[in-house]
């Protein structure tokens, strides 16, 4: 039985779902397909069948959702099943719904489709983030990333670039368009790719801190009961001084840099702080490694007679 606070967080995870889903919607309605740029994804997809036939995206984005739906949902568990669910539904409505707002269609009076293409793009991404944020997605390539990047070590946004290389080059083969368009939704493509890399992976970026203060002792009981930080002691020595000491190393997220940096100085206002990015952490409290899974020998067996026939 879910608890009241259970049921709040819930209640708060879809709905910043729909926040996401709603951005998502409305940069393609208000700045994308007035203009024909055909991004990636079931969305752009969609998008290109719209150009071409005027079949419309709502009911193209349900269908084609649907089997890679199931896939989601067998891999990635029953809660995302049901949170992308709830995002592809709603997101079939509000394609079929904004367009009839007046003050959203607009802001597709913006003349310019570079500009629409960079804002098209990056407010997909935003919305992106906030739906991944909570578990959710909003199906197609969202639910291939995911799945990919669960298993190996590759960042969301080139997932996308991937998958959406070959989406987005097809409109080429519509009657009405050309190279201009292909190159409008590459660059559509690569601002959402961009973003979605700054917004997923920025929050998960590390610091790694070298303290050096003859207050040793009292600035790592500081950093470890106070900041809840690990700290490491190593044993230093000053060349010019020729005094010995310890070296204080702290791995940090990014975010926590400047509260660290302040509860430093209020220990020891003279020690001398080096700060390094991290291009990746790994253990309690930071990243897992994703090891790739071995097929099991019956598996193996049958790989081994499908390849022996």
Known sequence: MLS???ILKEIRSYVIISLGVFLYCFSWVAFLIPHGVAGGG????????????????SYTYLIINVGLLIAGTLVLGNAFGLKTIFAIFLASALFKILPEFQWITEFSDIPDTFINAILGGSLTAIGISWIFGQGGSTGGTDII?????????ISLGKVF????????????????????????????MVSFSYMLDVLITGSKQSVQILIFTSKYKEM?????????????ALQSLGWHSKQEGKLLVVIARKQQLAEITQAI???????FISVCSAMSVYGNGFETVKVRRKPNAEFKQIQDKITKE
């Open 265 to 271: 100085m209020e220990v020891d206002n003279r020690a």
């Open 42 to 57: 079931v969305t752009g997809i969609s998008s290109i069948i719209y150009y071409a036939t005027g079949f419309e995206i």
């Open 145 to 153: 990333a995911l799945i990919v990047s669960k298993y190996r070590e």
């Open 161 to 188: 670039l991937y998958c959406d290389l070959l989406i987005v080059g097809s409109i080429y083969f519509l009657p009405d368009k050309g190279l201009q368009d292909v190159i409008y939704g590459y660059i559509q």
């Open 220 to 232: 790592a009981d500081m950093v470890s009961n106070d900041l809840n930080r690990g700290v490491t």
């Open 4 to 6: 009241a606070v259970n």
